[in-house]
């Protein structure tokens, strides 16, 4: 019998508002019930075009801050990214979700 996998995500927003503010980072871990690290995932994606941007929203501070800067580096197109997080995830069976914000 094969070990029940989970999907550990955490997000960072530039507001609290989907359609109107953007993930702007996620990152994910696979990890077993018994807590082995099976893979990560992780990606800082563009904002949304005409979107509204609250760096403050969740402690980022600002668009000159360390923590925004990091949240920021390296982004690509949310789609390119969801791609790659399909391809990511299709590795695991079944896994089973679960979402920090």
Same mark, same amino acid.
């Given at each position: /019998?094969?070990?029940?996998?989970?999907? @550990? !995500?955490? &997000?960072?927003?530039?507001?609290? !508002?989907? %359609? +109107?503010?953007? /993930? &702007?980072?996620? *990152?994910?871990? *696979?990890?077993?019930?018994? %807590?082995?690290?099976? %893979?990560? =995932?992780? *990606?800082?994606?563009?904002?949304?075009?005409?979107?509204?941007? $609250?760096? $403050?929203?969740?402690?980022? +501070? %600002?668009?000159?801050?360390?923590? #925004?800067?990091?949240?920021? $580096?390296?982004?690509?197109?949310?789609? /390119? +990214?969801?791609?790659?997080? @399909? *391809? #990511?995830?299709?590795?695991?069976?079944?896994? &089973? =979700? !679960?979402? !920090?914000?």
């Amino acid at each position: /019998m094969t070990d029940t996998i989970y999907i @550990v !995500t955490d &997000i960072e927003a530039d507001g609290g !508002t989907p %359609g +109107v503010h953007s /993930m &702007i980072a996620f *990152a994910s871990v *696979a990890i077993t019930g018994h %807590g082995d690290v099976l %893979g990560e =995932f992780e *990606a800082t994606l563009l904002p949304l075009e005409g979107g509204s941007n $609250r760096p $403050r929203h969740n402690g980022l +501070v %600002g668009p000159a801050s360390e923590a #925004w800067l990091a949240a920021t $580096r390296d982004a690509r197109p949310a789609e /390119m +990214v969801m791609q790659g997080f @399909v *391809a #990511w995830v299709k590795q695991y069976r079944n896994p &089973i =979700f !679960t979402l !920090t914000l």
